[in-house]
């Protein structure tokens, strides 16, 4: 089974996520502010966390705190266990082109995607087609993620 995470600060867009996770077989990890998934990385790379890694992150970009979703993203980037996670950041704020350009670059993005989300199936397809992307730029390796 496959294992995705979300860090989104809305208890009703969560929800909805890990609920079409289930439907889709995947397994969801949510947390609700950079601060807890920073916590969370932390404990992965101290070898605190047992679970399966999972393969994708999708980050809000504005979350309550100090912690942003591109910081969760660049954090995991930095992460010798998670650093070939796939990065989906989402927003609901219009961003210019030079915001988008920013936050992606911050964290290392693979794709922005704008609140609302497509809907289910397509949302699926969406996300499976990213992981594909970066599962086919990065060259094999013991600690990618699977």
């Known amino acids: 089974m496959s294992t995705w995470m979300v860090v989104e600060d809305e208890p009703d867009i969560y929800e909805v996520l890990l609920t079409l996770f289930e439907m889709w077989g995947i397994e969801g990890v949510a947390f609700v502010d950079g601060e807890e998934a920073i916590s969370w990385i932390e404990d992965v790379n101290q070898g605190r966390f047992q679970g399966e890694l999972p ?23 930095e992460s010798p266990l998670l650093q070939h996670i796939t990065i989906v950041l989402t927003t609901a704020y219009r961003l210019t082109a030079e915001e988008e350009k920013k936050v992606i670059e911050q964290a290392d993005a693979d794709k922005l995607i704008y609140k609302p989300m497509p809907r289910f199936n397509e949302l699926k397809n969406v996300l499976e087609g990213v992981i594909a992307q970066r599962r086919a730029k990065i060259p094999y390796s013991s600690n990618n993620v699977k």
């Not at 994708?56 to 979703?69: H, K, Q």
């Open 55 to 77: 393969e994708l992150a999708l980050l809000d970009i504005r979350l309550p705190g100090t912690v942003s979703g591109p910081m969760v993203g660049a954090k995991l980037r």
